[in-house]
């Protein structure tokens, strides 16, 4: 009996479905993705707030909802933090 293997499974899948990533593709200009993405996450919810690092002209966004903040502040010492760069 022979079995796939997940390298084929995984292969199958895309060339049936695509690249996973297709629906992360944006307008290619970085300043309109971001103004995207910030008004997707506070029409779902989100609370967004931007932030800026003068010396290194590094900017970005942090989001949270609204029960997310409230366990922040309940139980702080745990916090996830994730960190995406574009060069």
Do not use: C
Not at 9 to 26: D, E, M
């Amino acid at each position: 009996m022979e079995f796939l293997r997940r390298k084929h499974v995984s292969n199958i899948q895309q060339s049936i479905q695509g690249p996973l990533n297709t629906h992360l593709i944006g307008e290619g200009v970085l300043e309109k993705d971001i103004r995207e993405a910030i008004k997707y996450l506070v029409d779902e919810g989100y609370r967004v707030e931007e932030f800026s690092l003068a010396e290194s002209k590094k900017r970005g966004f942090t989001f949270a909802k609204p029960e997310q903040l409230e366990k922040l502040t309940k139980f702080g010492w745990l916090t996830l933090i994730d960190s995406t760069q574009h060069q």
